[in-house]
């Protein structure tokens, strides 16, 4: 996925959160659950703890903000949530995602 500013690479596992959470939203929206799961799983590569994070982070931050979150990133949890996951990684993504999308987006400055 190529490097960032100031030339540093994005770690690799963020990359495949990252994908995992993209590829999630992509196909809540196709409706091919066989297909969409099977692809999630290769994404993975057996990774069970980056599963984790990335549904903890899509449900962390739709829970704490559910008035503005896309109800289809709702099916993208439900898709990830058909793969194996390291419940420790879902809840601390969960609840960083949560207070994260809890604060204001500015301190009133």
């Given at each position: 996925?190529?490097?960032?500013?100031?030339g540093r690479?994005l770690?690799?596992?963020?990359?495949?959160?990252?994908?995992?959470?993209?590829?999630?939203?992509?196909?809540?929206t196709k409706?091919?659950?066989?297909?969409?799961?099977?692809?999630l799983?290769?994404?993975?590569?057996?990774?069970?703890?980056?599963?984790?994070?990335?549904?903890?982070?899509?449900?962390?931050?739709?829970?704490a903000?559910?008035?503005?979150?896309n109800p289809?990133?709702?099916?993208?949890?439900?898709?990830?949530?058909?793969?194996?996951?390291?419940?420790?990684?879902?809840?601390?993504?969960?609840e960083?995602a949560?207070?994260n999308?809890?604060?204001?987006?500015?301190?009133?400055?």
């Amino acid at each position: 996925m190529g490097n960032r500013r100031g030339g540093r690479a994005l770690d690799p596992d963020k990359q495949i959160e990252i994908g995992l959470n993209g590829r999630a939203g992509y196909h809540a929206t196709k409706l091919d659950i066989g297909q969409a799961v099977e692809e999630l799983r290769d994404l993975a590569a057996g990774r069970d703890d980056l599963t984790g994070r990335a549904l903890g982070t899509i449900l962390g931050g739709f829970v704490a903000s559910p008035g503005t979150a896309n109800p289809w990133h709702l099916v993208g949890a439900g898709l990830l949530a058909q793969l194996p996951l390291d419940t420790d990684e879902f809840l601390a993504a969960f609840e960083l995602a949560r207070a994260n999308a809890s604060r204001p987006a500015h301190n009133g400055m």
